[in-house]
């Protein structure tokens, strides 16, 4: 029999979710016929908007004819959505950006989990704690990090504590560090990142020749027209900076999958003899090595987005979500509650009251509230004391859910 890869033993982070499922059948059988609101959630739940339904219908009537038929389609994915996305997302903001530096893929996920494999082992990994699991473990199974000790430590992982000491924004690392992801606005904790934030890290990669991959999957919540959209407003983040986007959680493809990530042609690594490595090279000849691109139809529905009807329907999407979000911030700060975040994101992060693990919160609005959210603890160690409940979801669920929190804790 062949070996295994036995880091994946070392990984955490499936135990969060199927501990959550595990407390929450437990609660149901005890106590059938309670309804119970989830707002844990990271999915969105308003179907997709006009504009890529058509779209999509269209592509699919193409790919039913001989002469407009679709096979592979290019590598790194096809020049009208690349145009489309240099043009929408980054030139509209006096961004810069070529279309040999966009790779279209089918998902900010497995993106995330990726770019980690153009880097050396040996590469010393920051990331911010708490943050979305992936970035961790996909540095787990490749083998960067050992083990993970009682507090979810991995020892070979550089923590950077985002709490509310320090406002959710973290001290630069206090060592040298080869690689910084970085999620803004935050999953789960909604921070957001401002242009002087953004300057800090960049100077600090430019200084110790570090490269940061920016994950920006919740770029269009950012409703504060000062905060920055993309790393690349910022000067010198060309030679520094990877960005990771994705259609999930603006225009609702999460069962769609389509995303995209960035990779100046100035941006570069080194290689044993201590040469400069174009990273835009590696990551084209990674994506071309793995992938085959992804879907016509997809790609096709992803344009819409950019369409004038489209745009239209995606921000009404986003406001849907962010009046969910006021909701619950709103609701539980007056209920007594300390609340951070969504303002510029769908999450809004919670202090546990007195002190409570995020266990015992979690267990205490399920069996009182009746409402699903997430222990903080599960995003990394500093998440302990917090709480996320995501804005995705009714109306109706997120008023309730706060009269329910505000009423019966
Ligand atoms: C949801 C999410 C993504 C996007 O994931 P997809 O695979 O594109 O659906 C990326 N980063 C973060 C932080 C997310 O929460």
């Known amino acids: ?25 437990a609660f149901t059988d005890a106590n059938p016929g309670v309804a119970l609101i989830n707002l844990g959630i990271g999915d969105v739940t308003e179907p997709l908007p006009a504009a890529v339904v058509k779209a999509l219908h269209d592509a699919a009537d193409e790919m039913a004819q001989a002469k407009t038929f679709k096979g592979y389609g290019p590598y790194v994915g096809y020049e009208f ?14 961004v810069r950006v070529g279309l040999d530096e966009i790779f279209v893929s089918d998902g ?31 540095n787990v199974v490749a083998g960067r990090t050992g083990p993970a000790d009682d507090s979810g430590r991995y020892a070979g992982l ?3 504590p985002c709490t509310a000491e320090n406002d959710f924004q973290p001290a630069l690392p206090d060592r040298h560090v080869d690689l910084i992801y970085l999620c ?15 300057a800090r890290w960049i100077a600090y990669a430019h200084e110790h020749d570090a490269t940061i991959l920016y994950d920006a999957a919740y770029e269009a919540y950012i409703t504060d027209p000062a905060l920055p959209h993309s790393i690349y407003e910022l000067d010198g983040a060309r030679e520094v900076a990877i960005e990771c986007r994705s259609f999930s959680k603006n225009a609702g493809f999460t069962g ?19 040469e400069r490595v174009s990273l835009n090279a590696l990551w084209q000849r990674r994506v071309s090595t ?36 006021r909701t619950i911030a709103d609701g539980l700060a007056a209920a007594g509650l300390t609340v951070y975040g969504g303002r510029n994101a769908p999450y809004v992060w919670i202090r546990t009251p007195n002190g409570a693990s995020s266990w015992d919160f979690f267990d205490t609005v399920l069996s009182r509230a009746h409402v699903v959210g997430v222990p903080g603890s599960g995003f990394g160690p500093s998440g302990e004391g917090y709480f996320r409940l995501s804005a995705f979801g009714s109306h109706e669920h997120a008023r309730d859910a706060v009269e329910r929190i505000s009423t019966r804790l």
Do not use: W
């Open 1 to 25: 029999m062949p070996r295994i890869n036995e880091h994946y033993r070392h990984l955490k982070a499936s135990y969060l979710f199927a501990e959550i499922r595990r407390r929450t059948k």
């Open 81 to 94: 959505l690349l145009a489309d996305i240099a043009g929408h997302d980054f030139a509209t903001r006096g």
């Open 108 to 138: 900010g996920k497995s993106d995330s989990a990726n770019l980690q494999e153009i880097f050396a082992t040996d590469c010393v990994v920051a990331v911010m704690d708490p943050v979305y699991p992936v970035y961790a473990d996909s």
């Open 158 to 160: 550089v923590y950077l």
């Open 184 to 198: 803004y606005p935050n999953n789960p904790t909604g921070a957001i990142a401002t242009r002087e934030t953004l």
């Open 256 to 274: 769609m999958r389509l995303a995209y990530v960035v990779v100046p042609t100035e941006a570069c690594g080194r290689n044993t003899a201590g």
């Open 290 to 325: 793995k992938s085959n691109g992804a879907p016509y139809v997809i790609q096709k529905a992803a344009a819409a987005t950019y369409t004038p009807d489209g745009k239209k329907q995606v921000r009404v999407l986003i406001d849907f979500y962010m009046e969910n979000a």
